[in-house]
């Protein structure tokens, strides 16, 4: 897993209140005890703290609350029917680029939109994007997976 990974799995570890010592981390990590020790030192330069108890019964314990997001501890699969409708989604965010779309509402019906994308957001486990509508004239989201067409058009300022 990449460092990221760890750290958070770690403090998931961590935060169910049990004193974990680091060989016991490392080995549910996989890693060297030297890179626990490196971990401990990312999270509380983040701001949080880990106590650390001394002796043969010693390790660590995280005397706080917090809160992880369970979907990064646990990623579920990620339902993208098009990979292809979710490029040219984040191509037009990071261009500025309005969109012609195709969408799939509620049930049968389909409408036809312009929309200036902002942003890709996951909605449980599937990808959707948050955009103006014209419209409408109202930030709308829409799922990836209920667009039929996509075109790209000028930028958000012409």
Same mark, same amino acid.
């Given at each position: 897993?990449?460092?990221v990974? /760890?750290v958070l799995?770690?403090l998931e570890y961590?935060?169910?209140?049990r004193?974990?010592?680091?060989k016991? *981390?490392?080995e549910?990590?996989?890693?060297?005890?030297r890179?626990?020790r490196?971990?401990k030192?990312?999270i509380?330069k983040a701001?949080?703290?880990i106590d650390t *108890?001394?002796?043969?019964y010693g390790?660590y314990?995280?005397?706080?609350e917090?809160?992880?997001?369970?979907? !990064? @501890?646990t990623p /579920?699969?990620? /339902?993208?029917q /098009?990979?292809?409708?979710l490029n040219?989604?984040?191509r037009?965010?990071?261009?500025k680029?309005k969109? !012609?779309i195709e969408?799939?509402s509620?049930?049968t019906s389909?409408?036809?939109?312009i929309?200036?994308?902002?942003?890709?957001?996951?909605?449980g486990n599937e990808?959707g994007?948050?955009?103006?509508?014209? *419209?409408? $004239?109202?930030i709308?989201h829409?799922?990836i997976?209920? @667009?039929?067409?996509?075109?790209?058009?000028?930028?958000f $300022?012409?």
């Open positions: 897993m990449s460092k990974a /760890n799995m770690m961590l935060s169910t209140g004193k974990y010592s680091i016991d *981390l490392s549910m990590l996989e890693v060297s005890p890179m626990i490196v971990y030192d990312e509380e701001g949080i703290y *108890l001394k002796g043969p390790g314990v995280l005397n706080q917090i809160h992880l997001p369970k979907r !990064f @501890i /579920n699969p990620i /339902n993208v /098009n990979k292809e409708f040219l989604m984040n037009s965010i990071k261009e680029r969109c !012609f969408y799939l509620k049930g389909v409408s036809r939109r929309i200036h994308p902002y942003e890709l957001i996951l909605f990808w994007v948050a955009a103006y509508c014209e *419209l409408r $004239n109202e709308r829409f799922y997976n209920r @667009i039929l067409s996509i075109q790209l058009l000028e930028n $300022n012409n």
